[in-house]
Structures are given as structure tokens and as C-alpha cells.
């Protein structure tokens, strides 16, 4: 195994990760390569937050809007970012157990990481 891929899951917040992915691809049904594709797209702010010394339980929208903003500010499409903002929101609402809810602004909550799921 590479050592990047050693370096990935030893992430403080892997556990979190692999638990929504399980999530998506049982109790979601989505296919394996939206999953991986969240994967990709989680796994650079989850280890962006370790960096920053960010406390997954601390999130909120103004730590996002600094992520987007000092990282990939110019450097990525409107259409890439959506994408990414998309895998935020969803993980972020799984993690507040609010999986299916639809609120015009959800704000980031991690209510459920201080808990372990059965999945």
C-alpha cells in the first residue's frame, strides 16, 4: 500500500468517513462510483480541518466558506465546487441525523460523530 493511502486512513475523522460511505452504499443504494467520488471529494477538507486543527464538532458554515475560499478559490469550476458543497451538505446532514430532510440552509452539525451509528 502507498503511503498516502496509510496516511488517508489514519485521518482522525476516517471512522466518521467510512461510516457515511457504508451508509450511502447500504442504506441509500448509491452506485460505487458516486461513492468513491464522495470519498474523493470529503477526504481533502477532512484533512484540510486535521491541518487546521479544526475539531469536526466545531464545523460551521463560516470554517467551510474558508476552506473554499483559501484552497480552491479560483482554481476549481462553479460546477466542481457545487459538487463538493453537494458531498458536504450530505455528510453533514447525516452526521445531524437529518438524512432525508430538506431545509434551505442546513447548517453544519455533528451532533451524531460524538455518537457511534449502527449501520
Known sequence: MSRSIHAAESLPYNHHLRQFLTFLKHERGFADATIV??????KPFLGWLVAEDVPLSTVSP????????SI???????????????????????????VG???ASPSPSTQAFGKRRAI
Do not use: M, P
Open 37 to 42: 467520488n464522495r470519498e474523493r471529494s470529503l
Open 62 to 69: 463560516v470554517v467551510i466558506t474558508k476552506y473554499f475560499t
Open 72 to 98: 480552491v478559490a479560483g482554481r476549481w469550476k462553479r460546477t466542481t465546487v457545487s459538487f463538493h458543497v453537494q458531498s458536504l451538505r450530505s455528510f453533514f446532514r447525516y452526521a445531524a441525523g437529518e
Open 101 to 103: 430532510a430538506r431545509r
